[in-house]
């Protein structure tokens, strides 16, 4: 290599290193630092500062609600008990629970004028809401854990992640369906092509999972819908960072995609594909979970655990939070696309979009009936479908066939300690639902 090659070569090299360097943040990454600003503003003293990183945060991602109890509590420290009431009633109408009395940053706000109709707010979301119908329950194997739901077109088929298995629940017991092979990892969320006789499911192996040992590893798993024999195992290669895909949804044309809600990515195994493709880079969701695929099929909504729902474009990867209505999708666990739900708007072009999500990360637990608009780009509408319902305590995925709608309501993940581990010998048994939609008010 001559001289003017190599002083070339340094000055490329540094120029890579300089874009490197200057690389913008990417919203999430701009958000994890302001929330972590907030917090160490805090500690220090300044909570003007702390009010400062943490309203940026909320702008980033208004459809979180814990955000606005955090402001909330750094306003009322500061004396702006006025401005903290007002997120705690946003926080509120987002259809939540807080216990504002006893937590003592907040508890003052009781005194303050309006505080009594944000309290009726908290009462109202007390309230029991909806109509369930158990369709099966699963008590034999105290490590099962219902995850997710597809169906067969004979009837419902529940995977057990630490059970590394797949069941029919029963009215009173459930019977097997998938023939596992010694190196079946732990069942997550589901996806039935009957066109095809295929049942996809997400698959991940490792000492983090309930039931798991071994190296981390995950991929996708094709099952016959006939026979429940295993076809094949897709695996994601191996980069050095942790993965565990959690939730499946499948195109018109047989495409399969799955969330890796560790890694942080969304991957696709194209019809007749070998091989998995990155769609959205790891990092780009905190933990992305359930999915919807838009009219169209050029697009999907994806629901990230920590900052609510996304629009992905599924040719170029692009990724945006949705905009309008604001009822608190962080802690969304899964979604499903309910076709059966008339709007009224029959003579509407385009059509808007019905998802049913589940959450388990906020209080209450519930069900929703979500209006979507048909670019997928906002939330036009939003209603609670069952919350504060007997055995509406542990809620995992859904799924939708026909008008019918299923879910699993006690799934057992509330049975184990922090370490994975069954806290009770003999645990509740999963319940398994049937929501009734309620009449649409958008």
């Given at each position: 290599m001559s001289a003017r090659t190599a002083r070339t070569a340094l000055t490329a090299l540094a120029a890579v290193f300089l874009i490197a360097a200057e690389a913008p943040e990417t919203r999430l990454e701009q958000y994890q630092?302001?929330?972590?600003?907030?917090?160490?503003?805090?500690?220090?003293?300044?909570?003007?500062?702390?009010e400062a990183a943490l309203e940026q945060a909320l702008t980033l991602y208004p459809d979180v609600s814990g955000s606005y109890i955090r402001l909330a509590r750094v306003q009322a420290a500061a004396g702006k008990r006025g401005e903290a009431l007002a997120n705690v009633e946003a926080y509120a109408r987002m259809g939540q629970l807080y216990d504002v009395p006893g937590d003592p940053a907040l508890k003052d706000l009781t005194a303050v004028p309006g505080w009594a109709d944000v309290a009726a707010l908290f009462d109202r979301n007390r309230t029991a809401f909806g109509e369930l119908t158990e369709v099966g329950s699963v008590t034999g194997d105290p490590e099962f854990i219902g995850e997710g739901l597809a169906h067969d077109g004979a009837g419902w088929l529940l995977s057990t992640v630490s059970g590394r298995t797949i069941v029919r629940p029963g009215a009173r017991e459930a019977t097997?369906?998938?023939?596992?092979?010694?190196?079946?990892?732990?069942?997550?969320?589901?996806?039935?092509?009957?066109?095809?006789?295929?049942?996809?499911?997400?698959?991940?192996?490792?000492?983090?999972?309930?039931?798991?040992?071994?190296?981390?590893?995950?991929?996708?798993?094709?099952?016959?819908?006939?026979?429940?024999?295993?076809?094949?195992?897709?695996?994601?290669?191996?980069?050095?960072?942790?993965?565990?895909?959690?939730?499946?949804?499948?195109?018109?044309?047989?495409?399969?995609?799955?969330?890796?809600?560790?890694?942080?990515?969304?991957?696709?195994?194209?019809?007749?594909?070998?091989r998995l493709e990155q769609v959205v880079a790891p990092?780009?969701?905190?933990?992305?979970?359930?999915?919807?695929?838009?009219?169209?099929?050029?697009?999907?909504?994806?629901?990230?655990?920590?900052t609510g729902l996304h629009r992905v474009d599924l040719k170029t990867g692009q990724t945006a939070p949705l905009t309008g209505l604001r009822t608190g999708m962080s802690g969304t666990d899964g979604l499903v696309v309910a076709p059966g739900v008339d709007y009224g708007l029959r003579n509407a072009s385009p059509l808007p979009m019905a998802v049913i999500a589940t959450q388990n990360g906020v209080l209450p637990q519930r069900l929703m009936l979500l209006r979507i608009s048909a670019d997928c780009d906002e939330v036009e509408g939003a209603d609670l479908v069952a919350a504060n319902l007997p055995g509406l305590d542990d809620i995992t995925l859904a799924a939708v066939d026909g008008s019918e709608v299923v879910f699993v309501g006690h799934a057992r993940w509330a049975d184990r300690d922090p370490d994975g581990k069954l806290a009770l010998p003999a645990p509740p048994p999963i319940r398994v639902f049937r929501a009734t939609l309620p009449r649409t008010s958008f």
């Open positions: 630092r302001l929330r972590r600003d907030g917090a160490a503003a805090v500690q220090a003293g300044d909570l003007a500062k702390a097997p369906f998938l023939k596992a092979d010694t190196g079946t990892g732990a069942i997550f969320g589901m996806a039935a092509d009957r066109e095809r006789g295929v049942l996809w499911a997400a698959e991940a192996w490792g000492a983090d999972i309930p039931g798991g040992s071994g190296p981390s590893k995950t991929g996708l798993l094709k099952i016959s819908l006939s026979d429940g024999r295993i076809l094949a195992r897709f695996l994601l290669p191996e980069d050095g960072g942790k993965h565990q895909f959690g939730d499946v949804i499948l195109t018109s044309d047989g495409t399969v995609y799955a969330t890796d809600s560790i890694g942080g990515g969304l991957w696709r195994l194209k019809a007749g594909g070998v990092g780009a969701f905190a933990s992305p979970q359930g999915m919807a695929i838009c009219p169209g099929e050029g697009a999907m909504v994806v629901a990230d655990y920590s």
